[in-house]
C-alpha cells in the first residue's frame, strides 16, 4: 500500500521558518509530479505548491508565493518544502500529494488530480 509520510510541522513565531518533507512509502517519486496542500479549520484543502516530475517547472498559490519554495532530491525520494517568513494566515495541516506523470514537465494544482496522499502535519504560526 502506497502512503505519503509528511514531517517537519511544529509551531513557530509569525516571522519563523519551517521545512516540511515528504517520504513515499512503497513508491519512488521520481515518476510522480507532487504537490503541497493545506487545511485550515473550517476551510477547503487548498493548493500550496507543485512541482514536476524533473523538478525544473513549480507552481505556487499567490498566497505563499516568494515565502515558500518547492523542491525535490530524487535521489533521496524527498520532496520539501521550505517555509519562510510565516504568518498567522498559514496556520493549517499540510499534506502532500503524488501522481504518476509521463511528462516531466507537467504541474497538478488540483486535489482531485493526485492519487496518493499523506496524513498531513500541522503547522502553527501564532503572532
Known amino acids: 500500500q502506497v502512503q505519503l509520510v509528511e514531517s517537519g510541522g511544529g509551531s513557530v513565531q509569525a516571522g519563523g521558518s519551517l521545512r516540511l518533507s515528504c517520504v513515499p512509502s512503497?513508491?519512488?517519486?521520481?515518476?510522480?509530479?507532487v504537490g503541497w496542500f493545506r487545511q485550515a479549520p473550517g476551510k477547503e484543502r487548498a493548493f500550496v505548491a507543485a512541482?514536476?516530475?524533473?523538478?525544473?517547472?513549480?507552481y505556487y498559490a499567490n498566497s505563499v508565493k516568494d515565502r515558500l519554495t518547492i523542491s525535490r532530491d530524487n535521489a533521496k525520494n524527498t520532496v520539501y518544502l521550505q517555509m519562510n517568513s510565516l504568518n498567522p494566515e498559514d496556520t493549517a495541516i499540510y499534506y502532500c500529494?503524488?501522481?504518476?506523470?509521463?511528462?516531466?514537465?507537467?504541474?497538478?494544482?488540483?486535489?482531485?488530480?493526485?492519487?496518493?496522499w499523506g496524513q498531513g502535519t500541522q503547522v502553527t504560526v501564532s503572532s
Open positions: 500529494a503524488a501522481e504518476e506523470s509521463a511528462d516531466p514537465f507537467l504541474l497538478r494544482l488540483r486535489p482531485r488530480e493526485y492519487s496518493y
Open positions: 512503497g513508491r519512488t517519486f521520481s515518476s510522480d509530479v
Open positions: 512541482i514536476s516530475r524533473s523538478g525544473s517547472s513549480t
